[in-house]
């Protein structure tokens, strides 16, 4: 006889099944595969896939993030490492661009340039810190994108820098790795994917609307990705790590998606 699962008193199906839906169908391209899925979702189906019985609030909670992690991956296998986000003429630069983070503008961090060392360990050759002006001597890129907020807002900004992969090779990274990570400034830290960290789009900016990135808008630099969310892009950078361990991320450690694709 099969255990017969019920939820308690006070657990709203509905809010469940309508968030599992969301993690689920946002990454579906197709629209109608995205209905089918959210159509054929059910409390059972929730149950089967997260392993959790939705007994109590605490396994509501772990469902979810069962899904989730399903979505990440999901993320992952459809992502394409060869295909651009869309870029913009300058003319279309969102002036002023908004600042944007988890504390006042008037809290932003006052980084030193002089006595600044980007510190790179983990699953890499090359363990030196490296000085701003070494980051500026290698070549530069610059891409007019779109960063677009988890929070429903989005606008067109100009950034310039190191293209990332590039970055990554110079320091012998270890490309096969599954995760590369972020300590910043601020006390943010996040990680991605390592197909991600290798897209041409993603560069470590250095400037902002052709001059040195402003700290309001991440000085020293940033990680500038226009294929993630906008709380994936961190700023004032001080740390990055390569590793196969999953290091998660401020946001991320509090529930939001890891994958973050936008």
Known sequence: MTEKR????????????????????KRVEQPSRRAFLRRGLTLGGLAMLSGCSL???????????AVSRFNDRVQGWIFDPAKLAPTYPESMITRPFPFNAFYSIDDVPQVDE??????????????????LDELRAMAQVD???R????????AIGKWGGVQFS???KRVGADLSAKYVGFKCADDYYTSIDMPTALHPQTILALTYDGRTLPPEYGFPMKLRMPTKLGYKNPKHIQAIFVTNTYPGGYWEDQGYNWFGGS
Do not use: N, Y
């Open 55 to 65: 007994s109590d609030d605490e396994s509501v909670e772990q469902a979810l993030s």
């Open 143 to 145: 891409q007019v994108t």
């Open 147 to 154: 960063h677009i907020c988890v929070e429903g807002w989005s």
């Open 166 to 168: 590039a970055f990554l």
């Open 114 to 131: 002089a006595s600044f060392r980007l510190e790179v360990t983990g699953m890499v050759a090359d363990k030196r810190r490296w000085r």
């Open 6 to 25: 019920r939820l308690l008193p006070g657990l709203d199906a509905s809010t469940i099944l309508r968030e599992a839906g969301k993690l689920l169908g």
